[in-house]
């Protein structure tokens, strides 16, 4: 059976027109990949079935990594404690962007890679990677194959690293970023219940989405819940006050076992799964999903406890975050120590200067008859 080009995929093509006018088409086992040719050297055309055979051998000489090139790298690095130990989401999302990497640069030799040109070339993958899929993504590239060249370099694979220092293109700091009552009024009310347990969850807990959905009725004895942040690997005790707790209790079940967060059909989310349904009820409520997230509710209850008179290490202590993080959450929203001492600063300001300026404003002030005169 004769395969087309949508069948094959990845299969990239090419067109030249040569010497005595005639165009001549190649195709390549993949973008950046190699020739796809007969014994003779002749490149092979769509529906000739070598084709296919040549297609086949390519991709499978591919998934053995060539020593000396940047596939076997890749390959290093997902055997490394850098991949192997990071979070099953994590590992999913590099997963993604190794293969882009793979698809693009995997026959470049190591030499090659330790050249400042090849700063430029990766550079300008990152820029197509923007203008195409956004910013976001294109940071995230370009750091998963910094990590990739971070790694060969401890190794001693590598003298140097031409990916560090990059910068980034996506500046927008999340720190600034909180839900205001509206948004979480507007969301409550579209949301079906189990969302709304999950954002009441989110406001009284200050926890990333993932440890939510991966938290378990074992891990809450009716007075606390015991988390293990999958990020931060911090262990957070997490007293449960009497609003959480109601909420908790209302949805305990008889025989409490697996998970706490569960969708319509009483299974446990999956991460995409909740995603997903998160963001369909942004739209129902109104909501813009690129500004605000659910991750953004931890912020916002960092700013919620500061509010109601916490000091930053008490904010710490309840939702994990690092005193660091901490107070850049507070200073976006003026909430910091550095705003306290301020205030501080000038009701000292005052005691020492008021009887002062209070005589002064009376002199400046008081003589509005002699500028009348002056008309």
């Known amino acids: 059976m004769r395969k087309s080009k949508d069948q094959l995929a990845g299969l990239a093509t090419a067109s030249k027109t040569l010497a005595d006018g005639t165009k001549q088409k190649y195709y390549y086992a993949w973008r ?5 040719k007969d014994a003779d050297g002749k490149p092979l055309q769509l529906g000739d079935p070598q084709l296919v055979v040549a297609y086949a051998a390519a991709h499978a000489a591919r998934k053995q990594p060539v020593i000396g090139t940047l596939f076997s790298l890749v390959a290093a690095f997902k055997l490394a404690n850098e991949f192997t130990k990071r979070a099953p989401r994590t590992k999913k999302d590099y997963l993604r962007f190794l293969k882009m990497i793979e698809e693009r640069f995997g026959t ?6 330790e050249k400042p040109k090849a700063r430029g070339l990766f550079k300008s993958w990152r820029d197509h990677i923007a203008e195409h ?23 001693g694979t590598i003298a140097a690293n031409v990916c560090e220092r990059g910068g980034k293109l996506y500046a927008v700091d999340r720190a600034e970023v909180i839900w205001q009552p509206a948004n979480i009024k507007a969301f409550g009310e579209a949301a079906p219940d189990e969302l709304r347990f999950a954002l009441v969850l989110a406001l009284w807990t200050g926890q990333r989405q993932g440890d939510l959905i991966k938290l378990t009725w074992s891990q809450y004895d009716g007075t606390h819940l015991r988390i293990r942040q999958g990020k931060r690997k911090a262990r957070v005790l997490l007293p449960v006050g009497a609003v959480l707790k109601a909420e908790l209790d209302r949805w305990r079940p008889d025989k409490p076992a697996g998970a706490i967060l569960r969708n319509t059909r009483g299974a446990a989310w999956t991460s995409d799964g909740f995603r997903s349904s998160w963001d369909a009820i942004y739209k129902r409520a109104g909501l813009d999903t690129t500004d605000l997230r659910f991750n953004d509710l931890r912020g916002t209850a960092v700013t919620r406890l500061a509010l109601a008179g916490c000091s930053v290490p008490q904010i710490a202590g309840f939702t994990g975050h690092s005193l660091k993080d901490v107070e850049r959450i507070l200073q976006a929203h003026y909430l910091g120590g550095k705003f306290e001492l301020a205030e501080q600063a000038m009701a000292k300001l005052e005691s020492r200067y008021r ?6 404003e009376s002199r400046s002030f008081m003589p509005t008859q002699a500028a009348s005169e002056l008309e």
Request: glycine share 10%.
């Open 32 to 36: 950046g990949g190699p020739l796809l």
């Open 108 to 113: 470049l030799p190591i030499a090659a890679l």
């Open 133 to 155: 899929h956004g910013d976001r993504q294109a940071d995230y590239a370009w750091g998963v194959l910094a990590r990739v060249l971070s790694v060969a370099k401890d190794r």
């Open 355 to 360: 009887t002062d300026m209070l005589a002064f």
